[in-house]
């Protein structure tokens, strides 16, 4: 990760989950202020509607996050790519906002130096999500409830000086490999990448960061901003970089100013 002012290309973030208690929605707005960039992609699941359904944890740091996004897009020095995920169903019913603004598509085709590259959500490749919806409502509450255990769990394991350990996240890779094949997962990128002449595939979805090849295919995922924290960065030279909040804030920590956290633009030369 760079060192110096943190000015990239495109910065591409996925499955926030504005609207769930445990949304990491500070370290969302302090990401997104302190790195220059021409184009920001939010990936699929930035509002949780199934949340909101359930009444949720939206707050004000949500509210922040969302009229950040308003106003970079309506800023014409940045463009803004926003795609649809599956929990982003309902945000007409459930938001007090006219979402119609945000300018919500299916996917988009993101050209870059060393070709195009396929942005979607990723859920059209999730058996779980396409096949067995019930299954995948069910889990997701049952992922709110694992959340809640962890933090008691990764508690005692900071106690006894152990590195956190996920169970939610466990549990739903347990749950999905049982019900789904692998083999079809890496089949169907590999497909969609052909059929959009695609030399890649960016998605999010599955909340686990991943820069790999499927046979000739690039594959990366941005992961979430519900435990991994993370998002996907390219370069002017069109390469991808994954970075993590962890490392991103130990070297570039937030300003403060008399006990304030501020978050503000480094300034490039």
């Not at 992609?41 to 509607?49: Q, S």
């Not at 800023?75 to 007090?96: Q, R, Y």
């Not at 058996?127 to 889990?139: E, F, M, P, R, Y």
Request: include cysteine; charge should be negative; charged fraction near 25%.
């Amino acid at each position: 990760m760079q060192t110096g002012p943190l000015k990239f290309k495109t910065l591409i973030l996925s499955d926030i989950h504005l609207g769930t208690k445990h949304c990491k929605a500070k370290e969302v707005l302090e990401v997104l202020a302190r790195i220059s960039y021409e184009k920001l992609i939010l990936n699929g699941d930035i509002i949780d509607g199934w949340s909101l359904k359930r009444k949720g944890g939206w707050d004000k740091d949500h509210s922040e996050v969302l009229n950040m996004i308003k106003d970079l897009i309506n800023d014409p020095t940045t463009e803004v790519i926003f795609t649809k995920g599956n929990h982003d169903e309902m945000l007409e019913v459930v938001l007090d906002f006219p979402v119609a603004e945000l300018g919500i598509i299916q996917e988009h085709i993101h050209p870059t130096i060393k070709g195009n590259y396929l942005i979607t959500h990723g859920d059209r490749f999730d058996s779980v999500t396409q096949k067995h919806k019930w299954l995948a409502i069910l889990g997701d509450i049952a992922y709110q409830l694992m959340m809640q255990i962890n933090g008691i769990y990764n508690k005692y394991r900071s106690w006894r000086g152990k590195d956190y350990y996920s169970i939610s996240k466990a549990t739903k890779a347990f749950v999905k490999k049982i019900v789904s094949s692998k083999d079809d997962f890496n089949s169907q990128i590999v497909a969609a990448a052909k059929e959009a002449n695609c030399v890649g595939v960016i998605c999010g979805h599955i909340h686990t960061p991943k820069d790999s090849y499927i046979e000739d295919i690039h594959y990366l995922n941005s992961g979430d901003w519900v435990e991994s924290m993370s998002a996907i960065v390219e370069d002017f030279d069109g390469n991808f970089e994954i970075i993590e909040y962890s490392d991103f804030s130990k070297i570039h920590p937030p300003e403060i100013e008399e006990g304030v956290t501020t978050n503000k633009i480094d300034e490039v030369a």
